[in-house]
């Protein structure tokens, strides 16, 4: 009852902290990547810690203790007179590295490096009815995080230099895409499930530039410069199908089949401009269109979950169609000294994702060993970037790995923890010039359980006795 009560106290505790975790979404800097500069930024993995553990895997995914957030579907699975509880935290640290050409045309390597931290997931799950379920969820869809300055480079034919003088670019940005979902799933017959959701997507995406010239004519505090903001706030509703087929179901052994499509479309966010001179003239424009619009892609999931009492095994398919929701592109500006002064063109691609997990529990009902009766995770998912640079695609991959700690024997409710290492753009980041990036995640989750499962510890019962 002890670790019950400290469990129920953190959840309080984040419960009040819920509307400063909203706001924060959509003001603190949740990622730091160029690649996050165009587009809706930089996606996250979705799902609780324990099915992000396990490398992303959760379309097939279906226990009594874990809420899916990757399949509707499997809300039907919900226990009468319970209730599942799960919100987590998560930092990161991004570090990145570019290859350029110093003064004597020789290559050498700069990074820069960020920490962030902020409150990752809170989910609820519960019964309805008799097989019938619904669920709950409050997550960072996406993320904008950059700082970047380019200084024109001097040369003596150069007409920049020649008639304008130095030119110093500076661009930033930062904000977020937040998913509320609301689901329900429905076991229309013995072992087939279908569900259904309705996603709200919303947020704020500021990006920044400033271009600031100094004059090589007249006095040497003869500066010019232009800023430019641009903000995108996005509110729309979208919309996810699934459904969940246990193939196979005995007291040794579980397998389920899953699937899910996404109907993904353009978020038409409400976007504002404006362009400060000298910061004497400021314009104000008002558009509803983005070089490279914000846009949520139809996604079609496929996946596969074999379950024992000591290991679980599970794997994903998802397909993404970035390139068909926006045929759109945009021209970066120049970067690099010499010859190796080139732009990219900029654009979406349809992207295939592949994950693969396991969980391995030694002994669930070893009295005497409490690391026996953890669970241990590991994962890895590998796909590639959703923007192409001048036609080429980016590869991205990830290794996971995490833990689950129990709070009582045969306890449900428990402490997850899980890491993440991945890298991008390692495949051609040298050769054409562009950034390799690399992260390091660290999360912790708690999941609270309203009914003890096997040992029938009912939370929320009113006993017969006294």
């Known amino acids: 009852m002890y670790a019950k009560s400290i469990l129920v106290r953190l959840a309080v505790a984040v419960a009040a902290l819920l509307p400063a975790a909203a706001g924060a979404q959509t003001s603190s800097v949740n990622a730091f990547s160029p690649y996050t500069m165009y587009g809706i930024g930089e996606m996250n993995t979705p799902g609780t810690l324990p099915m992000r553990s396990m490398g992303g895997v959760g379309v097939a995914v279906r226990k009594v203790g874990d809420i899916n957030l990757l399949n509707p579907a ?108 609301l689901g329900i799933g429905w076991e229309v017959f013995k072992n087939f499930s279908i569900g259904a959701a309705v996603q709200y997507y919303w947020g704020d995406i500021d990006r920044d530039y400033v271009s600031t010239t100094a004059s090589i004519t007249g006095t040497e505090n003869a500066y010019s410069s232009i800023v430019g903001n641009d903000n995108y706030s996005v509110s729309s509703f979208k919309g996810q199908l699934g459904v969940q087929w246990v193939a196979l179901l005995n007291q040794k052994r579980a397998l389920t089949f899953g699937a899910t499509f996404d109907f993904g479309g353009d978020l038409r966010p409400r976007v504002e401009s404006s362009i400060t001179i000298d910061n004497i003239t400021s314009t104000v424009v008002r558009d509803d269109k983005t070089t490279l619009k914000l846009v949520l ?77 953890c669970s241990y995770r590991a994962g890895f998912r590998y796909g590639s970037f959703n923007q192409t640079f001048d036609g080429h695609r980016l590869g991205e991959w990830a290794v ?12 449900v409710s428990g402490i997850n923890i899980g890491f993440e290492y991945g890298r991008r753009g390692y495949d051609l980041s040298k050769s054409l010039g562009l950034v390799r990036q690399q992260y390091f995640k660290f999360a912790i989750g708690f999941t609270l359980f309203g009914a003890g499962g096997e040992n029938k510890d009912y939370w929320f019962l009113r006993p017969k006795y006294d």
């Open 74 to 181: 499997s809300y039907s699975i919900a226990p009468q007179k319970s209730f599942l509880f799960d919100f987590g935290v998560e930092g990161q640290n991004f570090y990145n590295s570019q290859f350029v050409s110093d003064e004597a045309n020789r290559l050498a390597e700069k990074h820069t490096a960020y920490n962030t931290f902020n409150i990752r997931d809170v989910a609820l799950q519960f019964p309805l009815a008799k097989k019938l379920g619904l669920g709950f969820s409050l997550t960072p869809y996406s993320s904008v995080g950059y700082r970047m300055r380019y200084d024109h480079p001097f040369s003596d034919d150069d007409p920049v230099w020649g008639n304008v003088g130095s030119v110093q670019y500076n661009y930033q940005g930062e904000g977020d895409v937040t998913e509320v979902k």
């Open 297 to 373: 892609p139809h996604q079609l999931a496929f996946g596969v979950y074999y379950q024992t009492n000591k290991w679980a095994l599970g794997a994903d398919y998802v397909y993404q169609n970035w390139g068909g929701r926006n045929k759109g592109s945009v021209q970066t500006g120049l970067s690099g000294t010499g010859a190796d002064r080139h732009s990219y063109k900029v654009a979406y691609t349809n992207t295939n994702t592949v994950k693969l997990g396991m969980e391995y529990t030694p002994g669930r009902y070893d009295v005497r060993h409490f690391l026996n009766r």
């Open 400 to 411: 996971t790995a995490g833990i689950g700690v129990p709070v009582q024997f045969l306890s």
